[in-house]
């Protein structure tokens, strides 16, 4: 059968980081910070000097698909390394004498990248920043400075003392006493009049997280990440106004977001393969009936691995069009242009982009939580990478932006938005995918038409609900969208194969909507029972083709590592006590 073609681009960068799975600083049985910051130095070795790697896109985001497989830990900070620090010393800094030191030890990774945006008394919105970085003209430098407790940078992983950072941190320009909006600087840590305490108690991605005080700070001039904006004699004069700097300031937006997406959709194929390869094996009862045997588990495995895909497929287009973007902007020297975001500013940038990252973090956790349960208690351990994947889902539904206001502001820019899907679909057309598009797409418009005739009279606040449900349904709009597409590009059995998974995923997308469609009438009585019947049929379906659908995600056993995901998994484990 023709090879998954959505993979083949970034085999041979996965090729070369496989080399460093043999290495000491990989030896899963070393854990704890120092452990995960000499892998995230390993892999930069191999992966490239992080200036050469932002001009190369497409080799980012396989190191992303990578790590995200091997070391959640190790991927976020390569993703802020990579992604934020490096794009905006890079994207918005003017080379000279006082940055260039800070970019050379970001290429060698002697001081890793870190962001310092969000702040402890405004959640995980950086719309209203407080920290300030006054500009003294005596001295031509900036003063960072926390006005108070509420202005607290929380969160960047900087509080490990083995190793210096140059980070971004995000601030309001004071010049001449007069506020000119968010701007971004660069900072080294440590730093004598930076306080550095590293929050207690861990999370679900263990990393060095922690709380950030500037207490008069000077950096010098050329730290000032300028982009287009000059100070003169009389202030400042920025050609951007504040909503288009507060996103220009976080101008590592578009490389983290989509780091973030390749990489938890990488999390998730390894996590179903885990699932299918153990339960091929796991012997449930006496004298022992495999775990697929039966038709729960089957259901649940088929269900899971069709989500994998049509995710997947979605994240990939946010991928091709990230690169495609890069390489535009090299060829013609001009920045994408962002826009204004109320909620969200990590969304200013581009909304597939964001809501790639929402869809892939769902899915993680979703799919992980899944694939849990059918490993038994083989699922929870750490050693066996699933528990790690769902820990790494739940870190970024507030990691490249809180799920909920990207969803938000993706609503509202919907409702505003002028495009309308399909009116109308005949029928359920359970044979047809592009009828479930079609009803899918019905949804979609008459939420939006709704939501606009409702906010012409109240306050949209009344309705955040809703403005959230339709981006969710905007999501799997998008996502049966590419799932068709690349299904339709496909070839030979390969098509078939991904044929069956497209009409099970299709399914459940209507499953889980089919309450609203039933109360508006695009669904009928009668018709749940038909869905039920054809999710039965449609699963077995996609556990026909399971062997070939699991071995097109790419992920082979040693790169997962662990256990359960070996067919000589016993052996492993037995080895222990040898």
Excluded at 324 to 329: D, F, G, I, V, W
Aim: aromatic share 6%; proline share 5%.
């Amino acid at each position: 059968m023709t090879p998954n073609p959505i993979f083949g681009d970034r085999m041979p960068v996965w090729a070369e980081l496989d080399e460093l799975l043999d290495k000491p600083e990989f030896d899963l049985s070393r854990t704890g910070i120092n452990a995960t910051y000499q892998r995230l130095q390993a892999f930069g070795r191999v992966l490239g000097p992080a200036t050469e790697v932002h001009r190369d896109a497409e080799r980012l985001m396989a190191g992303m698909e990578w790590a995200g497989i091997i070391d959640p830990a190790m991927m976020h900070a390569a993703m802020v390394h990579y992604g934020v620090a490096t794009t905006a010393l890079v994207e918005c800094g003017r080379p000279g004498g006082d940055l260039d030191p800070l970019i050379a030890d970001l290429d060698t990774m002697d001081a890793p990248g870190a962001i310092v945006a969000t702040e402890l008394g405004r959640g995980g919105s950086q719309v209203n920043i407080r920290t300030e970085a006054r500009y003294h003209r005596d001295r031509s430098s900036f003063i960072l400075h926390t006005p108070d407790d509420t202005a607290l940078k929380i969160m960047p992983n900087v509080g490990w003392t083995g190793l210096a950072r140059t980070a971004v941190v995000n601030a309001r320009l004071i010049v001449d006493d007069a506020d000119h909006g968010v701007h971004a600087f660069a900072f080294r840590f440590p730093h004598p009049q930076a306080r550095v305490t590293v929050l207690p108690g861990g999370a679900p991605v263990p990393l060095d997280y922690s709380v950030i005080r500037f207490q008069h700070a000077e950096i010098p001039f050329g730290y000032w990440l300028s982009d287009t904006a000059t100070i003169t004699g009389t202030g400042v004069n920025d050609p951007l106004p504040a909503g288009q700097r507060l996103a220009r300031s976080l101008s590592g937006v578009n490389a983290a977001v989509t780091s973030a997406a390749v990489a938890l959709a990488s999390a998730t194929r390894a996590a179903v393969a885990i699932a299918a390869r153990y339960n091929t094996q796991r012997l449930i009862g006496y004298p022992g009936t495999p775990a697929l045997g039966f038709s729960t588990h089957r259901a649940q495995l088929a269900s899971a691995v069709a989500h994998v895909y049509a995710t997947g497929f979605y994240v990939d287009k946010v991928r091709r069009d990230f690169i495609n973007e890069r390489l535009s902007t090299a060829a013609t020297g001009t920045p994408q242009q962002v826009e204004h975001a109320s909620y969200a500013p990590w969304l200013a940038a581009n909304r597939d982009r964001t809501l790639a990252k929402v869809a892939a973090t769902t899915t993680l956790e979703g799919i992980g939580a899944t694939c849990r349960r059918l490993c038994g208690f083989q699922g929870v351990l750490h050693a066996n990478r699933i528990a790690v994947y769902e820990d790494m889902a739940r870190s970024f539904h507030a990691a490249g932006g809180d799920t909920r206001l990207l969803l938000l502001e993706a609503g509202r820019q919907l409702i505003e938005g002028t495009s309308a899907p399909a009116r109308s679909a005949p029928g359920i057309g359970m044979g047809d995918s592009r009828s479930v598009c079609r009803l899918v797409s019905v949804h979609e418009r008459v939420l939006a038409d709704q939501l606009r005739h409702r906010i012409n009279h109240d306050d949209a606040g009344d309705h955040l609900h809703d403005i959230e449900r339709l981006a969710r349904v905007h999501i799997v709009r998008r996502t049966l969208q590419e799932f068709h597409q690349a299904a339709t590009n496909s070839e030979g059995r390969w098509r078939t194969v991904l044929d069956s998974a497209r009409h099970l995923y299709g399914i459940d997308a209507l499953l889980d909507s089919a309450g609203w469609h039933l109360n508006h009438g695009s669904l009928h009585p009668g018709d749940l029972d038909v869905l039920h019947n054809a999710h039965a049929a449609a699963a077995e379906d996609v556990a026909r083709h399971l062997d070939a659908l699991i071995d097109g995600l790419a992920v082979p056993p040693g790169r997962v590592g662990g256990f359960i995901g070996r067919t000589d998994y016993i052996d492993r484990v037995a080895a222990l006590v040898r």
